[in-house]
């Protein structure tokens, strides 16, 4: 699992590549932490357009970004999921929570 992290006018993109299962949640989660901590962004963007598959450590993934950026009074936008993953976030309601484009 790798993470791509660019900000600008306190705007937050992180881009998602790999397998976001058990063991590449568990580092992905540590950087999205360690940036939205340095960038304090009021709008995060998640892309997972290369993201390989995705199980439930993906939801809990998503879910402790909201909690963040709740605590920032920010938003959080979820953009370009694959098929796959969308099933998983589809299935879990995840679309009631945080926008998915």
Known sequence: MEMQATSA????????????????ARNALRE???????????VLVLDMSGITFMDSS????ILRAQQRMQLLDGSILVCNV???ARRVLDAAGIGRLVTIK
């Open 9 to 24: 006018d306190r705007n937050l993109l992180l881009e998602f590549r790999g397998e976001l299962d058990h063991h590449g």
């Open 82 to 84: 694959p098929s796959q």
């Open 32 to 42: 999205l932490e360690m940036a939205v901590d340095a960038a304090l962004p009021k």
């Open 58 to 61: 993906g939801i809990a993934l």
